[in-house]
C-alpha cells in the first residue's frame, strides 16, 4: 500500500493543530494563532506556492526538456505519430551537446 505524499501532510497539519488546541486548553499558548498571525501566514504560504509552481511548471531548461516539449506540441498537432520504444537520454550527456 503506498500512501500519497498530500495524505502524510494533511495527516501531520491535522495532528500538529490537536496538539496545539489540546496544549491551548491545558493553558499553554505553543503556537499563537491570532487572526493577524493566520492570515499572515496563509497569504505567505499563498505567495510562495504562486511563486514555486509559476516558476517550475513547463519551464524546460535542459535541451532534453526543450526537445520533449517540442515532440510534444508536435503530437498535440497530430503533426508526428510515435512507433517505437523510448529512449532514455542522459541528463548530463544532453547538456554537453
Keep these: 500500500m503506498k500512501i500519497s505524499k ?4 494533511r495527516t501531520i497539519l ?5 496538539i496545539n488546541f489540546v ?3 491545558l493553558g499553554y499558548d505553543i503556537i499563537p494563532a491570532d487572526e493577524s498571525a ?3 501566514f496563509v497569504e505567505t ?8 509552481v509559476g516558476f517550475w511548471k513547463n519551464n524546460s531548461y535542459s535541451q532534453a526538456a526543450i526537445r520533449a ?3 510534444l506540441k508536435e503530437l498535440r498537432a ?3 505519430e510515435w512507433e517505437g ?3 532514455a537520454i542522459d541528463p548530463i550527456e544532453s547538456e554537453v551537446e
Design 14 to 18: 491535522v495532528a500538529i493543530v490537536i
Design 45 to 52: 504560504f499563498i505567495e510562495i506556492a504562486v511563486i514555486v
Design 38 to 40: 493566520i492570515a499572515m
Design 23 to 25: 496544549l491551548e486548553k
Design 78 to 80: 497530430d503533426e508526428t
Design 85 to 87: 520504444e523510448i529512449e
Design 69 to 71: 516539449d517540442e515532440f
Design 6 to 9: 498530500s495524505t502524510i501532510v
